[in-house]
């Protein structure tokens, strides 16, 4: 067994030295700190932080509090390239790869964010969202979602997570010939489409769901840096 020294910017200078670990046979393990600590959960932890800290500021720039009451849930199934490394089957969107929940506020900005695989459920992948980014949805008293997540575990789960107070909107279609925009929904529709402008999120190309979850907290760092 032998260790390779690397270095990485998303850490602190302090613990900027890891280690990729690599067995006899050349297999190439997670990269670990000096410390022993894997760099991956620290970079995202960075990632995750510094996305709440300009979601806040931007909110107070524009005379809003730094966290919203209003959440808009919805998920997005992308599919895999070769490259990927985990997959599985939704049926519902009969896409074989990956899933993005996000839940978004009135602003386009994200608040809370997972990947999972596309066989997950739309409503599984939101309390999971909900459960990575708890510590700053205290102030959230409303979720807006579609018919795709009606029913009452669904309803405790998220109740559970965000607190007892918070109540359930669901948006329905009218029964209208005439495609019509369904009011405060466009906005999370809206931000599936800015991810997909991005080039490594028009498909999945990572091995893991970790690394794809990165690189949407990079796409929506760099929606907010060209607002402010």
């Known amino acids: 067994m032998s260790f390779v020294r690397f270095s990485t910017s998303f850490e602190p200078a302090a613990s ?19 410390n022993g600590v894997s760099p991956t959960s620290t970079i995202l932890a960075c990632l995750s932080g510094n996305s709440k800290n300009q979601v806040s500021a931007a909110r107070e720039k524009l005379w809003r509090n730094a966290c919203s009451t209003l959440l808009i849930v919805d998920a997005q199934s992308v599919k895999n390239t070769d490259t990927a490394g985990l997959k599985g089957y939704g049926a519902g ?20 964010l997972a990947v999972t695989a596309a066989n997950v459920t739309d409503r599984q992948g939101a309390l999971q969202a909900f459960k990575r980014c708890k510590g700053s949805l205290g ?11 009606v029913g009452k575990p669904f309803a405790d789960g998220v109740k559970e997570r965000l607190g007892a107070h918070v109540t359930m909107q669901v948006a329905k279609r009218d029964k209208c010939t005439v495609p019509r925009i369904m009011p405060k ?7 599936f489409a800015w991810l997909d402008k991005n080039r490594r999120l028009w498909k999945n190309c990572e091995r893991w769901l970790n690394t794809s979850l990165q690189f949407v907290h990079l796409a929506f760092v760099v929606l907010l840096l060209r607002r402010s």
């Open 16 to 34: 900027s030295i890891c280690y990729l670990q690599i067995s006899q046979n050349g297999k190439v393990s997670t990269p670990i700190g000096a």
């Open 93 to 112: 969107k009969k896409v074989s790869g990956i899933k993005r929940d996000i839940a978004v506020d009135t602003l386009v900005l994200a608040h809370a």
């Open 139 to 149: 102030s959230v008293q409303s979720v807006l979602t579609d018919a795709d997540y």
């Open 185 to 191: 929904r466009w906005v999370v529709e809206r931000s």
